[in-house]
């Protein structure tokens, strides 16, 4: 009998069982010689929790409420395109999975399911939307159009990616998606090759006027990812944005970037409150969506883990991982006497040399 995968550890393994080496790369794989890739879990083990003794914290409370809605934990899933690459039922198992826990996905603009079906499943649990903007701004805009129509409620612009990444293992593998595997919510073709496409579609000169354009086409709040200094962070509360989310593409974009939980502090220091600070990249365990807590994120967006869940059993297996990250939360915040996320202070941690 196989034994029960425990951590989202166990479950990368099962999904690398079953995947063709291409596809794995192409989801494990970062840009460049991959340091920034590793940075990002690595930071995590330098983090040293300074518990609160005999202050009883049982039955943690973990909801929070980020942009007027409340999620059962500070926990949602990070935009990843082609989910339908993992697993057929893709993005509608991933939805259906968040949704039945109370918690948000933010659907790619890749995604391999249509908005509608996802916004159906997502039955009432926050939907969000990431965007590229394209070459073509009409695609951009037909494609909020049809989000905005389905129910989506926020929009998250991705700012780090004038251009895709020198990802070398797909370079090397010539990655191309098989011909079933396209995006469900953007016409056209010659979606094959992901670098090739986004360097002929998607726009390079994109600018904070970015901000406004948007505004000018939806009244749904706009969020940007990718940001990785205080400066760019007051940029973005100065260009109006209603959240932040610290994010290095999860090590894909610019190898030689830092760590996300090493950008986050400054970040949050400068933003002070004016907006939602969120953040992604190598959150593997509950312990670590604390860790960002007390460093000054509202809430943490997990990537790979859920392609891991979907490969290794589809909707169970994506419940499975979010189950995990909940149980170890709970779990993290019981043993530090932390009652409710208002426990979570930056003196909650302090850094150490890695595990
Ligand atoms: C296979 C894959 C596809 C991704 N596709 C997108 C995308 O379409 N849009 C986007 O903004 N970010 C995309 N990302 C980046 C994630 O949103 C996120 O920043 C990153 O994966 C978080 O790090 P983690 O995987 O270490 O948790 C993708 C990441 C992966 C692994
Ligand atoms: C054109 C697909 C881009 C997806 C993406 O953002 C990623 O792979 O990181």
């Known amino acids: 009998m196989q034994m029960p995968a425990l951590t989202l550890q166990d479950y990368r393994r099962l999904a690398q069982e079953r995947m063709e080496r291409p596809v794995w790369d192409f989801f494990e794989g970062g840009a460049g010689e991959e340091h920034t890739l590793a940075a990002n879990e690595r930071a995590f083990d330098r983090v040293r929790l300074r518990p609160t003794v005999l202050r009883p914290a049982a039955g943690p409370d973990t909801t929070c409420k980020i942009l007027g809605r409340t999620w059962a934990a500070p926990i949602g899933v990070a935009p990843m395109a082609f989910h339908t690459l993992a697993h057929p039922d893709g993005e509608l198992a991933t939805v259906r ?8 996905v933010t659907v790619s603009t890749f995604a391999g399911r249509a908005c509608e079906e996802l916004a159906a499943a997502a039955a009432g649990a926050p939907l969000w939307l990431q965007l590229y903007c394209f070459r073509d701004r009409s695609v951009t805009r037909r ?38 595997i396209v995006p469900a919510n953007l016409d056209g073709g010659g979606f094959s090759s992901p670098a090739a496409h986004a360097r002929a579609e998607l726009d390079p000169s994109l600018d904070w006027s970015a901000v406004p354009w948007l505004r000018s086409v939806t ?41 996300t939980l090493e950008a986050l502090p400054e970040i949050a220091a400068a933003v002070r409150g004016a907006c939602p600070v969120l953040i992604d990249g190598g959150i593997r365990r509950g312990r670590d969506v604390l860790a960002c807590l007390a460093l000054g994120a ?58």
């Open 97 to 104: 999975a968040a949704a039945a826990r109370g918690l948000p």
């Open 143 to 180: 494609l909020i159009e049809r989000a905005e129509r389905a129910g989506a409620e926020a929009l998250v612009l991705t700012v780090d990616a004038p251009r895709l990444g020198r990802r070398l293992r797909d370079v090397r593998n010539d990655f191309r998606l098989p011909p079933h």
């Open 219 to 259: 009244s749904l709040p706009v969020l940007v990812k990718g940001v990785l200094t205080a400066p760019d962070a007051l940029r973005a509360v100065e260009a109006g944005v209603d959240g932040i989310i610290v994010s290095n593409h999860g090590g894909r974009q610019l190898d030689g970037v830092p760590a």
């Open 298 to 355: 509202d809430a943490a967006l997990v990537g790979r883990p859920v392609l891991h869940g979907l490969a290794a059993g589809g909707e169970d297996g994506v419940g499975g991982v979010l189950d995990i990250l909940l149980e170890e939360l709970q779990d993290a915040m019981t043993l530090t006497g932390t009652r409710s996320l208002a426990d979570i202070l930056p003196d909650l941690v302090r850094t150490g040399e890695p595990w």
